[in-house]
T-cell receptor, first 111, second 111 residues
């Protein structure tokens, strides 16, 4: 088995602030993903990475940057937080297009 | 882009009854259809999947049916229990290998 950890668990930011979320996995999976989940909605893909130093844009990449520093870690940066923004950011990993395993999430609130 | 429509936004059943959640998709190239469960305040947890080379897959009380002609797939839960109460998300892969998620079905199992 393995585990995905996300830090921080809660993130409160100010409008216009740059915010970074981190994800680590010990499954030894090649592919990692960042999703955004808004209340009452499904998941929307922000970025994904199929190997170290690779980055692929998802449907919601505008306003975000990502970095795959090594196989086990994938970071997401909100480049300029929007006032009243509230969402959960979920990190996942998988072997190619197989089952995705999700982390516990980072809850973002922008004041 | 590719879409998946999850037909039931909420579903309420009595303990012991069956629950069925239906999804339809538009991308004829889709070949992988996973289902995820999200309990209150928690992340997504994989429950079952089906690939396009079969039209039925069962795992204990869960069965997934796939109708490729109608571009429809469904999750059937038999002998429901209160711990089945959660949000269930259907998803399917796109031609780039990414997953597209439905908006979720809130299942409530009443004792």
């Amino acid at each position: 088995g393995g585990i995905i950890t996300q830090t921080p668990k809660f993130l409160i930011g100010q409008e216009g602030q740059k915010l970074t979320l981190k994800c680590q996995q010990n499954f030894n999976h090649d592919t990692m993903y960042w999703y955004r989940q808004d209340s009452g909605k499904g998941l929307r893909l922000i970025y994904y990475s199929i190997t170290e130093n690779d980055l692929q844009k998802g449907d919601l990449s505008e306003g975000y940057d990502a970095s795959r520093e090594k196989k086990s870690s994938f970071s997401l940066t909100v480049t300029s937080a929007q006032k009243n923004e509230m969402a959960v950011f979920l990190c996942a990993s998988s072997i190619e297009d197989s089952t995705q395993y999700f982390g516990p999430g980072t809850r973002l609130l922008v004041l | 882009g590719e879409k998946v429509e999850q037909h039931e936004s909420t579903l309420s059943v009595r303990e012991g009854d069956s629950a069925v959640i239906n999804c339809t998709y538009t991308d004829t190239a889709s070949s992988y259809f996973p289902w995820y469960k999200q309990e209150a305040g928690k992340s997504l947890h994989f429950v079952i999947d089906i690939r396009s080379n079969v039209d039925r897959k069962q795992s204990q009380r869960l069965t997934v049916l796939l109708d490729k002609k109608a571009k429809r797939f469904s999750l059937h839960i038999t002998a429901t229990q209160p711990e089945d109460s959660a949000i269930y998300f259907c998803a399917h892969n796109t031609n780039t290998g990414k997953l597209t998620f439905g908006d979720g079905t809130v299942l409530t199992v009443k004792p």
